[in-house]
């Protein structure tokens, strides 16, 4: 590594400080960070639940990486960070025709990432000249990080071209991606392009891994066994990005979900979520849009591998107004919602059971007395009687079991943070400081 400017003693304890707060992933500093970067980029990177996760994994592990060589050595560069996520990402955005948005993605994320870090420094030091020279150093290394992991990313992606744009792969997600936005194509046309009938009943899924570990093989395995599984009379897969794949199953025959769960299983860190089967070139787009609703909501379930939209469909219906759906839940369950997760997910079996302890108890694993006992100190915590508002008891359940208990949580102001008690002491030590360095930091970015 080379060096670039060493810093006093003083200085470099600041650095170190600040390093060790943002490796600690503050809830304040990654909210604003990746709602920079999502603000900066179009709505594709957000609609697509594979894609976002695999844009923040990217802006996390950018974060990380200058973070930890910052504080480990504040007198040298920071190497670009050319990880499986920030090269995954970049691809997925080179093949869809729109890198250019990389580069003010990458800008939003330092800029918001700066205004934390100097906060950050005044939180630990009142000194302003320890403060100029930490926060000088500081922002050429995040500047000349930036810059060499675009330029890098940048060449990387030119050396690929031919792949990225002219491959099989790349051809045949842009005669998918024409179906999918309502393009005038004819049925015989896609059919032509893709080697799928369209005038058949599909199935659609989703695949993914983690973004941090983006494996395609593992991916085609996933597929093989849904093809075998379901009995698929035709199927159609494509790279949709570095995590994730889309699957469309034709005329398939067994979508039973235990048969499915086996099928996947023992397929390490593959998830996947399955749209309804519908029908004609429409069907193919909507059993599609609902795999990626499902997939959506899934996501907030690390534990859980594979779902249908029929388990889900009721949920996405108030997925959108998630305000709203806490209120609903927080009305309906009254002290259930913050009691033993335990009870909430035995009533809610025992209402997909039709009110069978027997049935609760099979599917729980558990003992029926045990079941029947849950049940009782559930009611008790009800504030409506569960016989008379069994639905309405039963979609809240679904709503909290999906969308998580955080659904009833209202925001809380974020007093106490880092960047707050920042704000302060910058107000104390005065804003000379903070000025030149914002200066800094801009003169070195352009």
């Not at 709505?43 to 973070?67: C, K, M, Q, Y």
């Not at 030119?158 to 045949?172: N, V």
Request: with cysteine.
């Amino acid at each position: 590594m080379s060096q670039v400017q060493e810093p006093s003693r003083a200085a470099a304890e600041v650095i170190a400080r600040v390093s060790e707060v943002l490796l600690e992933e503050p809830d304040d500093v990654m909210t604003d960070f990746h709602e920079a970067v999502f603000a900066s980029i179009r709505e594709t990177f957000r609609a697509e639940p594979s894609l976002a996760a695999e844009v923040t994994a990217s802006s996390r592990g950018n974060l990380l990486h200058w973070a930890a060589a910052l504080g480990r050595a504040p007198g040298e560069t920071v190497m670009s960070n050319l990880s499986p996520e920030v090269v995954g990402i970049a691809r997925d955005a080179f093949r869809r025709g729109i890198a250019t948005e990389l580069v003010p993605a990458y800008h939003a994320g330092r800029n918001t990432l700066w205004l934390h870090w100097m906060r950050l420094a005044f939180a630990v030091s009142s000194d302003p000249v320890v403060l100029e020279e930490a926060l000088d150093v500081a922002a050429r290394s995040l500047t000349s990080f930036i810059d060499s992991t675009v330029g890098e990313l940048t060449a990387l992606l030119e050396t690929e071209r031919a792949e990225l744009t002219r491959g099989s792969h790349a051809q045949k997600f842009e005669a998918v991606s024409l179906v999918l936005e309502g393009a005038p194509i004819s049925n015989q046309r896609a059919t032509e392009r893709l080697n799928y009938r369209f005038d058949a009943r599909h199935t659609a899924a989703v695949l993914w891994t983690d973004p941090h570990e983006p494996d395609t093989r593992v991916l085609h395995r996933a597929a093989d066994a849904l093809r075998a599984v379901t009995e698929a009379h035709q199927s159609l897969d494509v790279i949709a990005s570095s995590s994730s794949m889309w699957v469309w199953l034709a005329n398939a025959t067994n979508v039973d979900p235990e048969d499915l769960d086996a099928a996947i299983t023992p397929i390490a860190q593959v998830r996947v979520a399955i749209g309804p089967e519908d029908v004609g070139t429409d069907g193919f787009r909507r059993s599609h849009l609902d795999a990626v609703e499902t997939q959506r909501l899934l996501q907030r379930l690390p534990d859980l591998r594979i779902a249908r939209f029929t388990e889900v469909q009721l949920v996405a219906l108030v997925a959108g107004d998630q305000v709203r759906a806490g209120e609903f839940v927080a009305r309906t369950l009254g002290s259930l919602a913050s009691a033993d997760p335990e009870l909430r997910a035995t009533l809610r079996t025992y209402i997909r059971a039709r009110f069978s302890a027997s049935r609760a108890a099979r599917a729980l694993f558990a003992h029926r007395n045990t079941v029947l006992n849950r049940i009782q100190r559930a009611e008790q915590l009800l504030p409506l009687d569960l016989h008379d508002h069994s639905l309405e008891i039963g979609v809240a359940l679904e709503i909290e079991h999906w969308l998580g208990p955080q659904v009833t949580s209202r925001p809380k102001p974020r007093k106490g943070s880092y960047a707050a008690r920042g704000t302060e002491a910058s107000a104390r030590t005065g804003t000379d400081v903070t000025q030149r360095s914002l200066n800094a930091a801009d003169t070195c970015s352009r």
